[in-house]
């Protein structure tokens, strides 16, 4: 078997989507689900910069390879985890980038999610029209 390489493990959360990352010694290669980056985010460079935040705000974007395996959600609430996933990563390699990423609000779990259907209304708080008449 291959030898094992040493990682450091973030899991980031929102809405439904939950982003596992590992983060490697290397040259800055970005891999979500087996898949480069910008393939897997169909070429949306924004979410390709949102990504890599963490990493700009600490000055270490050609320092890491990173593996991503996301489940759930949409391509938005993926980005937002994967954000959470990799800031909590780089602060266990790095505890001094704790502020830092904590003042830009990078360290933040975002905990708005779908509100359920309830039974009776039409959606989660949309009621059917009152006709007095």
Do not use: C, H, W
Request: no cysteine; aromatic share 6%; glycine share 10%.
């Amino acid at each position: 078997m291959a030898d094992k390489k040493k990682y450091t493990y973030g899991l980031g959360r929102r809405k439904a989507a939950t982003a596992t990352v590992r983060l490697y010694a290397g040259k800055g290669e970005i891999t979500i689900n087996n898949k480069p980056a910008l393939e897997y985010l169909s070429g949306n460079k924004t979410f390709l910069a949102e990504i890599t935040d963490p990493l700009a705000l600490a000055g270490k974007q050609k320092e890491y390879d990173i593996t991503i395996v996301v489940k759930g959600g949409g391509l938005s609430g993926q980005v937002d985890a994967i954000k959470l996933a990799i800031s909590k990563a780089l602060t266990i390699e790095a505890p001094d980038l704790r502020p830092v990423l904590k003042k830009a609000g990078m360290m933040k779990r975002d905990p708005r999610e779908k509100e359920r259907k309830k039974y009776g209304l039409r959606s989660a708080r949309r009621r059917e029209q009152f006709s007095k008449r």
